[in-house]
């Protein structure tokens, strides 16, 4: 192989490589390795997660279970090194929707809950506009630990998690799963993503309805009457799919 055709082999492989991890939720590579444990910003992990969270239930239950005892005081990828606490996600181990998000942020990791600072507070109202309750639901992300700084999760660290989220899913087996955001949307769907055209768009996660739809985060710093209308629209057509299912 000539030289030149070395270098065309090495750039497709680089860009396919890119493509990959944008398909997995990845829009930025960085240049530095990440932060050692004792770095700054850095914390020790403190608690193992709480089963006691689930909701008692019957065949989901025992099946949600099962995913937090395998998934133990998690150290397989470097987000365990700062986190306070594991953030298995809550709701109902029945619970007729998922809403997976993107990562815990500082609240949630202090707290062991998905979605309670003001990204959540604003999930919970777009919840109840469609009159359900955070209880009725399940609320999860696509990293269970908090990513430093809130930066994005990485491809490694989200395949990392990606066995017990699908476990976590397939325990629950909603009738509809609902995408917060683009980096959610990209990790289920498996392919790149622009939220903007791909939210309000009927898609399938190993059977199951996805509906992706902005991430109330994006919602609170686009507070439009565009943007809100588009994630009631969104939420209203997911609550008629699971009451016509
Ligand atoms: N943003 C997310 O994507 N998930 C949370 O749990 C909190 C904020």
């Known amino acids: 192989m000539s030289v030149s055709e070395k270098g065309r082999r090495l750039v497709r492989e680089i860009r396919e490589s890119l493509i990959e991890l944008e398909a997995n939720g990845v829009d930025r590579v960085p240049r530095a390795a990440p932060p050692a444990p004792n770095a700054p910003g850095f914390r020790p992990a403190v608690a193992p997660l709480d089963a006691s969270r689930i909701p008692r239930g019957g065949d989901s239950e025992r099946a949600l279970r099962a995913v937090v005892k395998e998934l133990g005081d998690c150290t397989r990828c470097r987000l365990h090194e700062g986190r306070r606490n594991i953030v298995f996600g809550e709701g109902s181990p029945e619970a007729p929707v998922v809403f997976v998000g993107e990562g815990p942020g500082e609240q949630e990791d202090r707290s062991g809950r998905p979605f309670v600072g003001r990204a959540g507070e604003l999930l919970t109202k777009m919840i109840e506009a469609v009159g359900w309750t955070r209880e009725d639901v399940y609320i999860c992300n696509i990293v269970k630990c908090r990513p430093p700084k809130n930066r994005d999760p990485q491809l490694d ?89």
């Open 157 to 245: 660290e989200v395949a990392s998690c990606s066995p017990f989220l699908e476990k976590q899913i397939r325990a629950i087996a909603p009738r509809v799963i609902v995408t917060l955001g683009k980096p959610a949307a990209q990790k289920m769907l498996g392919r790149p993503v622009a939220i903007t055209r791909a939210r309000g768009t009927w898609e399938v996660w190993h059977g199951i309805p996805l509906m992706p739809t902005y991430h109330p985060a994006y919602l609170l710093r686009n507070y439009t009457k565009e943007t809100r209308q588009a994630v009631w629209d969104d939420l209203r057509a997911v609550r008629a799919r699971v009451d016509g299912a």
